[in-house]
């Protein structure tokens, strides 16, 4: 008994990676999707005698475990949008306003998908854009579940109404509502003319030796026409490289110009770790994903979450070589 049990474990393992990227577009937390990835093994392992393969595939089985945890989950916990989906945009100089008990979108590590997981090359990584997931905040949980088992995970409806405990006809109508409106909050589809990840690293490389620089005009130099910056968990966002450029320099006048940046990578997105120099070493102060298109960089979400910074196994500080400082 205990070596089929290990034999069925093996047989779930595969899908882990993909079932995180699924909680994680549903909940907007990868946290929570790390947590119901591990409820959704837990119950399968439970209902593994259940299991029958001639009624449905081993990934169709899961993917109704872990929507039925998502389901249930998001019951209890709101949307999780970021500032430019909830508020009308800021004056760039003006106070910063924190967003008193908001729970807020959080970046996705592209390492938790990348720990050579044979099932990796499944994952549609435009999928997990911040925008787009974003823009999934404003829909309904079942319409988030329609919208991603069809349009991104490319589940026929009636394995989508199985995963979803539902009809062909409730499936489709949750489809086209989510449709529209992810239309109407104006998430742009990926551009064909979407640089290659190296070449978005590349445009983010730039923009880190700028920003090392404290060379504002270098900065707007990399910037889109349209670009936005927000900055959860404040209220503050802008669009354009004025603005942007005005924000920046009061950002290197308020918090200095020595900084320490560390590369990260989430989403599918470039960006970075930035510690400021704070006596002999340096402080985390931010962790920045970009969005990076043909044109330059037209999006630039930084977050300041000590949840977020440990999803990322990031240092609390370095040393003045730009090492861990063990002491922090």
């Not at 907007?28 to 005698?49: I, K, P």
């Not at 109704?64 to 989906?85: D, H, K, Q, W, Y």
């Not at 070449?199 to 670009?227: C, H, I, P, S």
Request: aromatic content about 8%; glycine content about 8%; overall charge neutral.
């Amino acid at each position: 008994m205990a070596t089929k049990g290990e034999g069925f474990a093996r047989l779930l393992e595969p899908f882990r990676s993909e079932l995180l990227a699924y909680c994680y577009r549903m909940l907007g937390s990868s946290h929570d999707a790390e947590d119901l990835v591990q409820e959704t093994y837990l119950r399968a392992w439970r209902a593994r005698e259940q299991y029958d393969e001639t009624r449905s595939s081993l990934r169709t089985w899961l993917y109704r475990i872990a929507s039925n945890a998502c389901l249930t989950a998001l019951e209890v916990r709101g949307r999780r949008p970021l500032p430019s989906g909830l508020v009308a945009a800021s004056d760039p100089l003006g106070p910063l306003v924190p967003g008193e008990n908001a729970a807020w979108l959080q970046p996705l590590p592209d390492s938790l998908l990348d720990a050579g997981d044979p099932a990796r090359t499944v994952i549609d990584r435009s999928s997990l854009r911040l925008a787009f997931v974003a823009a999934l905040q404003h829909l309904s949980a079942r319409q988030r579940g329609a919208l991603i088992l069809r349009d991104v995970l490319s589940f026929s409806a009636s394995e989508a109404a199985e995963i979803l405990g539902t009809t062909v006809v409730s499936v489709n109508s949750s489809l086209q509502r989510a449709r529209t409106r992810v239309k109407e909050v104006g998430v742009r589809q990926e551009r064909l003319s979407e640089p290659s990840a190296p070449e978005q690293r590349a445009w983010v490389d730039r923009y880190m030796k700028a920003f090392e620089n404290a060379d504002v005009e270098g900065l707007k130099r990399l910037l889109t026409k349209d670009v936005l910056m927000e900055m959860p968990p404040m209220l503050n966002w802008f669009v354009g490289p004025g603005n942007y450029g005005l924000f920046m320099e009061w950002v290197f006048e308020k918090a200095g110009t020595d900084w320490n940046l560390k590369a990260v990578a989430a989403n599918g997105q470039p960006g970075f770790a930035a510690y400021r120099r704070v006596g002999d070493g340096y402080e985390l102060h931010t962790l920045q994903i970009f969005t990076v298109t043909a044109e330059g960089i037209s999006r630039n979400s930084v977050f300041q979450d000590s949840e977020v910074f440990a999803s990322f196994g990031l240092a609390a500080g370095l040393d003045a070589l730009g090492l861990v400082n063990v002491a922090s």
